[in-house]
């Protein structure tokens, strides 16, 4: 108990708002991989990732801000799969891609700068696949991205994150396998 107390000790204000207001974006985000329908798991994604780009933002993780940007914005897009000729081209997340490219050139300030970059332009594609199992499966990799990043910027809520959103997504993998929407 005490090494909670210490940690927390030195923490400053804004710190704990910025692990607070990540901690309810974990929560949406890991909740949206045990939603059944694609535009569900895109929508509960639209405010974790709104809600992280803040996160960010407060530690000054502006690589991880401008990522996440690039990905509510494209929650918002791909709500619209199936319903829109722009949004169902592979243009689409051709675009989504480019932007978190450059963004993330934008915002470089080291090596670990690239990580939500690549993490960005790789889901940019995995979540427009409207194969539910495959975006869960595909997703692994960029969770892995995100969870050393985490890491590296002292995001311990992002860390928390991407550890439960690993476990989500195999709990979801399980769930719903050899269910033929899914596939």
Not at 80 to 86: A, I, L, N, T, V
Request: aromatic share 14%; with cysteine; charged share 15%.
């Amino acid at each position: 108990m005490d090494f909670i107390t210490n940690f927390f000790a030195d923490k400053d204000l804004k710190f704990l708002i910025s692990q607070t207001i990540g901690l309810i974006a974990a929560a949406l985000l890991l909740l949206s991989f045990q939603q059944r329908t694609h535009k569900r798991i895109v929508l509960m994604q639209f405010c974790s990732g709104f809600l992280f780009a803040l996160q960010y933002f407060l530690l000054g993780a502006y690589e991880g801000m401008v990522g996440n940007i690039v990905g509510f914005t494209r929650s918002i897009a791909y709500c619209f799969r199936g319903k829109s000729k722009f949004t169902d081209s592979i243009l689409c997340p051709i675009i989504f891609a480019i932007l978190a490219g450059l963004g993330g050139l934008m915002t470089y300030t080291s090596p670990a700068s690239l990580l939500p970059m690549a993490a960005m332009i790789i889901s940019s594609f995995v979540m427009w696949s409207p194969k539910t199992q495959k975006l869960r499966a595909l997703t692994i990799p960029t969770s892995v991205m995100w969870l050393i990043y985490n890491v590296i910027c002292s995001s311990y809520s992002g860390v928390i994150t991407e550890v439960c959103n690993l476990i989500s997504i195999a709990i979801g993998l399980f769930r719903f396998r050899n269910k033929k929407e899914n596939n």
